[in-house]
């Protein structure tokens, strides 16, 4: 029995380890896709509004 909770805890922490590190890898990984999500549409944005910008100089001349 003291055999079984010995390796049972052990088997907890690996798994917590396991499932942290794992955690940490998506979350790194959905950071990374949301970064570049907004980061493309920034320049997008900034694209569209210099676009803007232009034609309405071009519209004043």
């Not at 890898?25 to 232009?54: G, H, P, W």
């Amino acid at each position: 029995m003291e055999l079984l909770r010995i390796f049972g805890d052990q088997f907890i922490n690996d798994f917590i380890i396991n499932f942290g590190v794992g955690t940490l890898l998506c979350l790194a990984f959905f950071l990374a896709v949301v970064y570049t999500v907004i980061k493309v549409i920034m320049v997008q944005e900034s694209n569209r509004t210099t676009n803007v910008d232009e034609s309405k100089k071009a519209n004043k001349k």
